[in-house]
Each structure stands twice: as structure tokens, then as C-alpha cells.
């Protein structure tokens, strides 16, 4: 039963990459040619919010949790969100730096300001559906759905990383006076990149103490493909909301 029961959260993570939440319009459009400032706005208004809310939404998981060995997992986790102890490295505060960064090499300085956008930019539907229903699935009272939803995040969270990084690389890294100086500031994508693999072990250590019976996978993978859902549907209605600005 054990094997049968590794076998199949190890079929979940792998299964990962064929998921919508990796394979989208969005990713495509990233990779294919620079926004224009307007979609630029966007997908910093957006995409920063579901940044900037995620470590509260993992401190939820850590509170739901009552395995230790679960909780000392996602507490590395969030320690890592948070810059481990520095406020300026909290990878939030590092997204924010690149984008106003970006800004500033497009002669748009402030144009994409988080803060500013705040004040001028609603948030997506689907990006307040993402950030409300992943602190609901961390919440929830059936623990094994809520480490699905963190299983399904980090599995993913390595292959959104690649991909925004590439798509940034390929079509910014140009206004930068060197490929170092922009590596610099785009160390947002460079240390997720280093740190997402130690985030996989760990959100699958946290699976794996409520992983005891084929049952408890299936709870765990109703967790995971609703987070799943919950990405997926979060980068088409960026898409959405950017394909509308091209047509304007």
C-alpha cells in the first residue's frame, strides 16, 4: 500500500507539466514579443498581487497543519518567501524592484509602480478568484486538500518561473547595458529559480504525512487540481484582459 500510495502523488507532480496552468495563451504571448506598457501594467497589477498575498496564504497552511514535520516543511517555505530574515529579499519586494526596474529602461519610470497601480487598476476577477480560493484551500478543514494545493503550487511554481524569466530574457533583457546588470535586477526569477526545488521536497515531505491510503491521495489530488484550476484560470484572464488592450 505504501508503494501504491508514493506511486501515485509521485503521477500527481509529474503530471504537472501537461496542466493549463503551464501550457497557456499567456505564457505565449509573454515569450513571443515585449508588452506594450498597458499590458505591462497588467500583469504587474495582477500578477504582484497573487505575489505579494502568497506568504499570508502559506502562514494559513502552516496554522492548519498539525504534523510537525508538515509544519517545519512549509515554515522553511515561507521563511524562503520572506527573504530568510532580510525584508528586502522577500520575493515580493524583488518582483516589485524588477518591474519598476523594467519601467525605468522603457522611459516609463513609475509606470509600473505596484503601489501606484493599486490606486488605478481593479484587480482581475479571476486574480481575486485565485488569491480568495487559494487561502480557502489552505484553510480548509480536510488538511489533505490543503497540502494538495500546496503540492500542485510548488510542482508548478519551477516550470512559471523558467517561463516568465525566459519571456523577460528574451524580450527586456536587451534595454539593459549588460547581461550581468540585468541578471541583477532580475533576481527575483534567478532565486526562485535556485530555490523551487528545495520547495518541491518540501511541499511533497508535507504531502506525504497525509498520504497513508489511496483515500487520502484522492483528497490530496482534488486539492491539487483545484489549485490547479485556480492558475490555469488566473493566466487566461490575464490573457483575456491583455488581448482586450491589444484590440482597443
Known amino acids: 500500500m505504501k508503494q501504491e500510495v508514493k506511486g501515485k502523488l509521485e503521477e500527481l507532480t509529474v503530471n504537472v507539466v501537461r496542466s493549463s496552468a ?8 509573454w515569450f513571443n514579443k515585449p508588452f506594450n506598457i498597458e499590458e505591462l501594467r497588467l500583469f504587474t497589477r495582477n500578477y504582484g498581487e497573487w505575489v505579494k498575498s502568497f506568504p499570508k496564504t502559506l502562514a494559513i497552511l502552516f496554522v492548519n ?3 510537525s514535520t508538515a509544519q517545519t516543511e512549509i515554515a ?35 509606470e509600473l509602480d505596484r503601489s501606484e497601480l493599486k490606486k488605478q487598476l481593479e484587480l482581475l476577477p479571476t ?18 486538500k490543503a497540502v494538495g494545493a500546496q503540492l500542485a503550487l510548488e510542482w508548478q511554481a519551477y516550470h512559471m518561473l523558467s517561463k516568465l524569466h525566459e519571456g523577460a530574457q528574451r524580450n527586456y533583457s536587451h534595454l539593459w547595458p549588460s547581461r550581468i546588470d540585468f541578471d541583477r535586477d532580475a ?17 511533497l515531505e508535507a504531502a ?15 486539492g491539487f487540481n483545484q489549485h490547479l484550476d485556480l492558475i490555469a484560470n488566473f493566466w487566461d484572464g ?3 484582459s491583455i488581448r482586450g488592450v491589444k484590440n482597443a
Open 238 to 240: 490575464l490573457y483575456q
Open 22 to 29: 503551464l501550457n497557456n495563451n499567456l505564457y505565449d504571448a
Open 127 to 144: 486574480t481575486k478568484q485565485l488569491i480568495d480560493g487559494e487561502r480557502e484551500l489552505y484553510g480548509d478543514e480536510d488538511r489533505r
Open 187 to 203: 533576481e527575483y526569477f534567478l532565486i526562485h529559480l535556485i530555490a523551487e526545488k528545495d520547495h518541491e521536497r518540501e511541499s
Open 76 to 110: 522553511s517555505t515561507l521563511n524562503s518567501e520572506m527573504g530568510y530574515g532580510n525584508p528586502e529579499k522577500a520575493h515580493w519586494k524583488l518582483l516589485d524592484y524588477f518591474m519598476n526596474k523594467l519601467s525605468i529602461h522603457l522611459e516609463k519610470k513609475c
Open 65 to 67: 497543519l498539525y504534523d
Open 208 to 222: 506525504k504525512q497525509h498520504a497513508k491510503s489511496i483515500e487520502d491521495v484522492v483528497r490530496i489530488s482534488f
